[in-house]
């Protein structure tokens, strides 16, 4: 009794769908933090990049003014027009610095008080100078302390180098807070990195063990294939080896019976019709007269038991077959050259001789002939089969063709044990059995028999 199948492992995707959804999550978390450090750094630099340029204006406008003062005093030192340039521009170019302190964002309203301050020191200012032009020395030049040119400009000074410091403050703790979002960016990608590359490792572990589970497994499925197939090789061969035996006894016992019958029952049928003719001689003519016609129809069914006989005999083992061969058993075949109801005719066509053949090969080639036409006469309603037999290289090719009905090979039918029969024959003799048929368009049943097996 074959052992029973083993039970195949099942690979665990459990695991492995887990490992796959941390590490998605882990990546998209890893993804989003880069993208908020990214967008923190632009930040960052964005912001920085506005309170430089706000203290690049705030150092412009103190420029701006101390060059129109400068070119002021040059001029009312020498009296020499070019040293006003500076003063002359200086309006157009403090006011585009104002407008763009103005648009600035700043943190708080002071801030922006502080800047129209600007503006108007700025005005004060320039109204001084242009006052000191228009007298052609400066008003306050012979004051200690400079005056309230001096003083404007020194207020100035402050307040431009106030929102400085104010600025650079907000420049620090930009810096130092992207300096603080930046170590924990870092911290957390370390984090997510070691975190990823963990759930690699663990991924690469659970598919080799998923990839040895599947080699397992594959391993398993071909040594049970081959188990299977072993054992199904070797229950075919049993059957193909009961198969033949039994083919072989019906033969041989079909054989048996034919001449049982025709040694044992046609010697009675025939000694029963001489002792009915001899009695039929040794009686008075008158008492004939009232007999005749039973002495007749006694004569009569002994003659039609014995045709019966000889034919019954023939079907079970055809004397042609094995006295005259199978070119002659097959002609012989069809009696009448009908095939069935349809009044159909059999058309033969076999060549005038053929080498010796093997009797198991001949009987098997004549069952095969036989089946066909009892198959034809049955259930093909044909009106023309044609029935061949020819060679074809180291081939002996059997072909049967109807015009009948056909079926189709593929159904799995039950009761196809004729050409389950026909095929067996064949395979007997390395031979093989083709069937061409469809539903509507005939049949052709080709058996092909090497002539190496009947040398």
């Given at each position: 009794?074959?052992?029973?199948?083993?039970?195949?492992?099942?690979?665990?995707?459990?695991?492995?769908?887990?490992?796959?959804?941390?590490?998605?999550?882990?990546?998209?978390?890893w993804l989003v933090a880069g993208q908020w450090q990214s967008e923190s750094s632009r930040a960052a630099l964005e912001d920085l990049r506005a309170r430089t340029t706000?203290?690049?204006?705030?150092?412009?406008?103190?420029?701006?003014?101390?060059?129109?003062?400068?070119?002021?005093?040059?001029?009312?030192?020498?009296?020499?027009?070019?040293?006003?340039?500076?003063?002359q521009d200086g309006p157009q170019a403090l006011e585009r610095t104002l407008d763009a302190l103005r648009a600035d964002v700043w943190t708080s309203v002071d801030q922006r008080e502080a800047v129209e301050h600007l503006a108007l020191l700025v005005d004060m200012r320039w109204s001084l100078l242009s006052r000191a032009i228009e007298?052609?020395?400066?008003?306050?030049?012979?004051?200690?302390?400079g005056g309230p040119g001096k003083q404007v400009t020194d207020d100035l000074r402050t307040r431009i180098r106030a929102l400085r410091t104010q600025t650079q403050a907000e420049i620090d703790a930009t810096q130092d807070g992207a300096f603080e979002r930046f170590g924990d960016a870092r911290a957390m990608n370390r984090v997510l990195g070691a975190s990823v590359l963990a759930l690699l490792l663990v991924l690469v572990v659970v598919l080799y063990r998923q990839d040895r589970?599947?080699?397992?497994?594959?391993?398993?499925?071909?040594?049970?294939?081959?188990?299977?197939h072993t054992e199904v090789a070797h229950r075919t061969q049993a059957l193909s080896s009961l198969a033949t035996y039994l083919t072989n006894a019906r033969e041989a016992e079909q054989a048996r019976l034919?001449?049982?019958?025709?040694?044992?029952?046609?010697?009675?049928?025939?000694?029963?019709?001489?002792?009915?003719?001899?009695?039929?001689?040794?009686?008075?003519?008158?008492?004939?007269?009232?007999?005749?016609?039973?002495?007749?129809?006694?004569?009569?069914?002994?003659?039609q038991g014995i045709a019966l006989k000889r034919k019954v005999v023939a079907?079970?083992?055809?004397?042609?077959?094995?006295?005259?061969?199978?070119?002659?058993?097959?002609?012989?075949?069809?009696?009448?050259?009908?095939?069935?109801?349809?009044?159909?005719?059999?058309?033969?066509?076999?060549?005038?001789a053929l080498p010796e053949l093997p009797a198991q090969t001949a009987l098997a080639l004549y069952r095969i002939a036989q089946e066909a036409l009892t198959n034809v006469r049955r259930y093909a309603s044909a009106t023309r089969v044609q029935l061949r037999l020819h060679t074809e290289g180291d081939e002996?090719?059997?072909?049967?063709?109807d015009n009948g009905v056909g079926f189709d090979p593929s159904a799995r039918d039950h009761d196809r044990h004729g050409l389950a029969g026909m095929a067996h024959r064949v395979q007997m003799l390395a031979g093989r059995l083709d069937i061409d048929s469809r539903p509507g368009a005939g049949t052709r049943i080709s058996a092909r028999v090497p002539f190496a097996r009947m040398h």
């Amino acid at each position: 009794m074959p052992p029973a199948p083993s039970r195949l492992p099942t690979p665990r995707t459990g695991l492995l769908l887990v490992v796959l959804l941390l590490s998605f999550a882990l990546g998209s978390a890893w993804l989003v933090a880069g993208q908020w450090q990214s967008e923190s750094s632009r930040a960052a630099l964005e912001d920085l990049r506005a309170r430089t340029t706000r203290l690049h204006h705030l150092d412009t406008l103190l420029l701006q003014v101390l060059d129109a003062e400068s070119s002021v005093r040059g001029y009312l030192l020498t009296l020499n027009p070019g040293y006003l340039t500076p003063y002359q521009d200086g309006p157009q170019a403090l006011e585009r610095t104002l407008d763009a302190l103005r648009a600035d964002v700043w943190t708080s309203v002071d801030q922006r008080e502080a800047v129209e301050h600007l503006a108007l020191l700025v005005d004060m200012r320039w109204s001084l100078l242009s006052r000191a032009i228009e007298r052609g020395i400066p008003a306050d030049a012979d004051l200690p302390d400079g005056g309230p040119g001096k003083q404007v400009t020194d207020d100035l000074r402050t307040r431009i180098r106030a929102l400085r410091t104010q600025t650079q403050a907000e420049i620090d703790a930009t810096q130092d807070g992207a300096f603080e979002r930046f170590g924990d960016a870092r911290a957390m990608n370390r984090v997510l990195g070691a975190s990823v590359l963990a759930l690699l490792l663990v991924l690469v572990v659970v598919l080799y063990r998923q990839d040895r589970l599947r080699e397992h497994i594959a391993n398993l499925l071909r040594s049970e294939n081959d188990r299977l197939h072993t054992e199904v090789a070797h229950r075919t061969q049993a059957l193909s080896s009961l198969a033949t035996y039994l083919t072989n006894a019906r033969e041989a016992e079909q054989a048996r019976l034919a001449r049982e019958l025709h040694d044992e029952l046609g010697a009675l049928l025939t000694a029963a019709k001489l002792d009915a003719g001899w009695i039929a001689r040794k009686l008075p003519a008158e008492t004939m007269t009232a007999l005749r016609s039973r002495f007749d129809r006694l004569l009569d069914t002994l003659n039609q038991g014995i045709a019966l006989k000889r034919k019954v005999v023939a079907d079970l083992r055809p004397p042609l077959l094995s006295e005259l061969g199978l070119v002659e058993a097959l002609r012989a075949l069809p009696d009448s050259g009908d095939i069935g109801e349809h009044g159909g005719k059999l058309e033969i066509e076999l060549p005038d001789a053929l080498p010796e053949l093997p009797a198991q090969t001949a009987l098997a080639l004549y069952r095969i002939a036989q089946e066909a036409l009892t198959n034809v006469r049955r259930y093909a309603s044909a009106t023309r089969v044609q029935l061949r037999l020819h060679t074809e290289g180291d081939e002996l090719v059997l072909e049967i063709e109807d015009n009948g009905v056909g079926f189709d090979p593929s159904a799995r039918d039950h009761d196809r044990h004729g050409l389950a029969g026909m095929a067996h024959r064949v395979q007997m003799l390395a031979g093989r059995l083709d069937i061409d048929s469809r539903p509507g368009a005939g049949t052709r049943i080709s058996a092909r028999v090497p002539f190496a097996r009947m040398h």
